[in-house]
């Protein structure tokens, strides 16, 4: 079986950029990273990524003299590189319309909220703002409206009575790490299909509880 050729962009420390390496190293598992994309210079995730052998590049925003000359250096280096899906992975910044058009369907984001609930940024302090009782995670596709498109998966995470942001965020994330290459092994496997900004053959029956596929995920 062919694998799934994962494109991933990064802008910092890329931890579940590390979770989706981690994950592509085991054995069977549907995906491999082909390249790994920052828009900052230097930052840990690009070491990372070189840690794997992966193929890295660095396209800086500001080199650029608009948004949709510096998403036209992405396109074409992912159009090279033959990706079939972008993941983004604490890449911070918002996708324009143009790139989107280009890979409708074939590029996804990690939030932490369970979506559409506390979209944007500064999800952990709103939830608890909030009073709200959990907090979670989503993986969903890339569309115009920021955190808005078809979801692939959620996780809950419960929010305690003492929590402060970081330790409500450490949960979160820890949970994050799971679920992303969780989310990739659907879409590679073919458990779920997206047409027209929705997720039209999801067989909730058939479909593995996370980890199924591969139980080291879990561990």
């Not at 995470?157 to 979160?172: F, G, N, Q």
């Amino acid at each position: 079986m062919r694998k799934l050729k994962l494109g991933v962009q990064i802008s910092g420390r890329g931890s579940n950029l590390q979770a989706l390496i981690d994950a592509c190293a085991q054995e069977n598992f549907p995906a491999e990273i082909t390249l790994v994309i920052s828009n900052v210079e230097g930052v840990e995730g690009l070491a990372k990524a070189q840690a794997a052998n992966i193929r890295t590049l660095t396209i800086p925003h500001k080199s650029f003299p608009n948004k949709e000359a510096f998403e036209e250096a992405i396109d074409d280096a992912h159009q090279k590189a033959g990706i079939d899906l972008i993941c983004l992975a604490g890449f911070m910044r918002v996708i324009s319309p143009y790139l989107i058009s280009r890979w409708r369907g074939k590029m996804i984001n990690i939030h932490p909220s369970l979506l559409p609930a506390f979209p944007g940024p500064h999800t952990h302090q709103r939830a608890m703002d909030a009073g709200a009782l959990f907090s979670g995670c989503t993986v969903h596709y890339v569309e115009e409206e920021v955190d808005a498109g078809a979801i692939i998966v959620q996780a809950p995470v419960p929010i305690k009575p003492d929590d402060t942001e970081s330790e409500l965020a450490a949960r979160v994330l820890a949970i994050e790490h799971k679920l992303y290459p969780y989310a990739v092994q659907l879409i590679a496997c073919g458990f779920i299909r997206y047409q027209d900004g929705k997720i039209i053959s999801k067989d909730t029956d058939s479909m593995p509880p996370i980890g199924l596929l591969n139980p080291a995920l879990l561990s």
